[in-house]
């Protein structure tokens, strides 16, 4: 289902009494911060979020690969399903913490595969190691290009050939590379909740800006509803399954006040 402006779209977004956005923050919500590790709540995107969590009718997740503590700083807001490191960490909208996987099955094999993606990026500039508890990732957006993709290799030849990372999946991307469980994946947590807290005269909507959120768009798309993609430099060449696209962060909040 394609657009062909904004105002379509919500015409179409409003078309129905209920409506379950997911949303992706990093990217789409918000511009990049420094490091994954940088928290700032921004107030214009608090305010936003809480009147759409007022709404009747609106249903609200917030799609995260950001551990689910920091998501939970970042939007200090009740009524709404957040969803963190790609789904293995939720927040219901009565507060309620799931974990889908064992925090002691998956934490030795983040520990173990730590150390030797700190050896690999020892001393080198631009590289920045998050540890998410649940999943691991090297950031390389501030490092040379031509030395990115030689580290990145590196790193992601340290996690296949470890015997003990079979239940994991590695997660690539414009200069990044992280390794998390297998059901770490936008696309498995939509269907999750679609599952448990069904909702089954409800339109869906969601917005995001990588491959991550590409997975939810693929659920989205099989039940009927719309994706829309907000533009970066590093997914222009990607094909895509988005019905819309957005410019920016910014376009997005201005979409969602109007959705309002």
Known sequence: MKFKNKAELKQWALASESLWLFLDYDGTLSDFAPTPDHIEPNPEIISVIERLARKPGICLTILSGRRLGHMRELL??????????????????????IHRVEYNVIRPVIASLKQEWEQIIHRRRGFYL????????IHARFADDEEAETVLEEARKAANINPITENF?????????????????????VSYLLSQ????????????????????????????????????????????????????????????????
């Open 76 to 97: 200090p807001i009740s009524g709404i399903f957040l969803s963190g490191t790609y789904g293995i960490e939720l927040s219901t909208r009565t507060g309620e913490t």
């Open 130 to 137: 998050e540890d998410k508890d649940w999943a691991l990732a």
């Open 169 to 189: 999946r590695i997660l690539g991307g414009h200069k990044f590379l992280e390794i998390a469980p297998s059901l770490a994946s936008k696309g498995n947590a």
């Open 197 to 260: 807290y069904p909702l089954p005269e409800a339109r869906l909507l969601c917005i995001g800006d990588d491959d991550k959120d590409e997975e939810a768009f693929y659920v989205i798309h099989a039940r009927g509803g719309v994706a829309v993609k907000v533009i970066q430099p590093s997914q222009t060449a990607r094909p895509t399954e988005a019905d819309f696209f957005f410019e920016s962060p910014a376009e997005t909040l201005q979409w969602l006040q109007e959705l309002i």
